[in-house]
């Protein structure tokens, strides 16, 4: 390899490079090094752990990762053994030594050791000391794009007839234009993805609808999404199939979020809108889980399924740890007048809230609330929880069925468009404030 500056090289990094540990303990750690735009690769990069936890790195610490992440993805497919991986540090600091020459080879091996061990740290949930980068907030301007991508790959209609599987009392995605416009091919979302990692330099994407499961092709679009973080949502049902959880799991999917109201099947069924949904929907989650899949469950909360702590302990039976609750998004079928009947009030979600972080304390389980501003967040840290924020247009936008660019999923009126990732640019700038 020929001598060649920082700044050269930083801008030789063209796109999203990603790599997976496996440290000590279950579980392994994806890492994805996603540089600053053109034009700013001057600027710190974001290091995007399993999908969600960020950090950024000066132009340094970026090239050390990106050499490092380059040789161990020279190992692909194979097992990466303590004396291959001490063989890629000493490469790796090899090739440090020819950009940064005046420096000593053991401070980039003392430095590539100190780095993978903080990030490991991090993607474990550990504290680690000092401070490890800015606010996804401080970095946007040099963002490319969002973090997460959210492919809604099904409609809710299809030459106007209904396709989603269920028909959730509060769905947020029924009845509104952009969820129910044509659906795209298979090649042209596969355009789509490679579009994603090549020229927006997303590390996350999630396949959701609409209910995706509907589509024949979704095992194919998860397989050619390996080089992200990729996750499932779904209402479960088509699940109770095995083959098609052996087959998500042979394409590597990373995870699944299964939406669950209740473990009351009355309650689940009359808020799904059809009558044998809890018995599928839980055979899905029994099935995924035994194939090894990821798996973790969302509920919405309303009046009726208020008892949440009943449908923890029935999910902490099944083997679940991971949950998520929500209160009610206010779009789609939940803009209707009888909607206020089921919604909670600020008091009644904190109320549930309380008695849901005790039980997953107490049982081992991981629990997130995910509605901004609807529970304040002085009890929110009070509880030990994350204060979810809204994420349209920073950590996540969506793309409906067609390929029309939406703020989030759940932002879907027919003025919501951006535009479309399959045309032409247009020389436009959006500012959200």
């Known amino acids: 390899m020929k001598n060649q500056s920082a700044s050269t090289y930083l801008e030789s990094i063209s796109g999203v490079l990603s790599t997976t540990l496996n440290p000590e303990g279950p579980g392994a750690v994806r890492i994805h090094l996603v540089p600053a735009r053109k034009g700013k ?56 030594h ?16 100190e780095m993978l061990g903080t990030m490991i740290a991090i993607a474990k949930g ?43 009392v509060y769905c947020y995605a029924a009845g509104q234009s952009q969820a129910e416009v044509p659906e795209l091919s298979t090649a042209e979302w596969i355009e789509i993805i490679d579009k ?54 042979d394409a590597c999917l990373d995870s699944v979020q299964v939406t669950l109201y209740s473990s009351d099947p009355e309650i689940h069924n009359r808020l799904v809108g059809i009558s044998n949904g809890f018995e599928r929907t839980v055979q899905g989650i029994k099935n995924a889980l035994e194939i090894g899949l990821n798996v973790s469950i969302n509920t919405p909360i309303v009046t009726n399924n208020q008892d949440y702590v009943s449908t923890l302990s029935f999910l902490h039976e099944l083997g679940i740890i991971y949950v998520t609750c ?3 998004i206010y779009t789609g079928n939940a803009t209707n007048a009888d909607a206020e009947k089921g919604e909670l009030t600020s008091e009644g979600l904190t109320n549930m809230l309380e008695k849901a972080a005790k039980y997953c304390a107490e049982n081992g389980m991981e629990l997130a609330f995910t509605s901004p501003g609807q529970v304040s ?13 809204c994420g349209a247009c920073l950590s996540n936008m969506a793309i409906s069925p067609n390929g029309d660019v939406v703020p989030c999923q759940s932002w879907l009126g027919a003025d919501s468009a951006l535009g479309n990732l399959l045309e032409e640019a247009k020389d436009t700038t959006y500012e959200i404030k």
């Open 377 to 389: 967040e002085e009890v929110l840290s009070k509880l030990n929880l994350d204060v979810p924020c």
């Open 326 to 328: 929500s209160g009610i």
């Open 126 to 168: 550990e504290k680690v000391k000092g401070n490890i980068g800015m606010s996804i907030d401080d970095y946007a301007d040099r963002m490319a794009g969002p973090l997460r991508m959210d492919l809604m790959i099904s409609a809710m209609k299809k030459s106007g007839h209904w396709n989603c599987n269920q028909k959730c």
């Open 41 to 96: 690769r001057n600027q710190p990069a974001m290091v995007v752990l399993n999908g969600w936890r960020i950090i950024t790195l000066k132009s340094a610490w970026a090239i050390l990762l990106a050499i490092f992440i380059r040789k161990v993805n020279k190992h692909a497919g194979n097992e990466v053994t303590e004396i291959d991986l001490s063989k890629i540090v000493e490469e790796t600091a090899d090739e440090m």
């Open 196 to 249: 994603l990692w090549n020229e927006a330099y997303v590390s996350q994407i999630t396949f959701t609808g609409g209910e995706p499961t509907r589509r024949d092709d979704l095992v194919d679009l998860i397989n050619h999404s390996k080089q992200f973080v990729t996750r499932l949502n779904t209402n479960g049902l088509a699940l109770e199939d095995e083959v098609l959880c052996q087959r998500l799991y």
């Open 98 to 113: 020819q950009i940064f020459p005046r420096h000593f080879k053991f401070r980039f091996k003392r430095d590539l050791k």
